[in-house]
């Protein structure tokens, strides 16, 4: 038999619940962070208890191998021909020097291709100025509308087109048994 509530204990109506108010982003977030607070407090929780029966022994530094993050550019193998071994000469110290543009020799010690084959030349004029004959050759295979070395030179922005030019005169002087 179901039994009925007194009068006195019968539950009073009780308005509707309020609808639910849309969360700022900036609350949304903060509920985010928490939760991820928790999950990731729990994953090192498990990590440490997972992990906890490995042994490990520290390091000693002195077995560590180092070696520097860039490693020194070794010079390629010569050209036997003069010519080309200049050209290859001034393309190595391009590479390991650097390049400059609008000077011979920048501050740091940066070098523009005429630069970079004058100073390998050695003082010998004959020698410079055959190799800049075939680089002038180079590039003008390529750039037609070229006046000098150093107007090629300065007309770019990074070495990476001079140096490739110099390469290939390299090769040219070579091929030519200069």
């Known amino acids: 038999m179901p039994q009925t509530r007194p009068a006195t204990e019968q539950a009073a109506p009780t308005a509707p619940p309020a609808p639910p108010t849309a969360l700022s982003l900036d609350e949304r977030m903060v509920f985010v962070n928490a939760a991820m607070t928790t999950r990731l407090d729990e994953a090192a929780v498990a990590y440490e208890v997972n992990t906890a029966h490995i042994d490990t022994e520290p390091v000693d530094l002195g077995d560590v191998l180092t070696i520097p993050l860039t490693p020194a550019l070794q010079p390629p193998t ?62 003008r295979r390529e750039f037609t509308d070229v006046d000098s070395v150093p107007s090629f030179n300065d007309g770019f922005a990074s070495g990476r087109i001079p140096m490739r030019m110099l390469d290939q005169a390299a090769s040219l002087a070579d091929a030519r048994g200069l």
């Open 78 to 139: 010569p050209y036997p021909t003069p010519v080309a071994a200049l050209l290859q000469r001034a393309h190595h110290r391009l590479l390991t020097g650097g390049w400059c543009t609008g000077a011979l020799v920048d501050a740091e010690g940066a070098r523009c291709l005429y630069g970079a084959i004058h100073i390998e030349a050695r003082g010998d004029q004959s020698l410079e100025s055959r190799g800049l004959q075939v680089l002038m050759d180079a590039i």
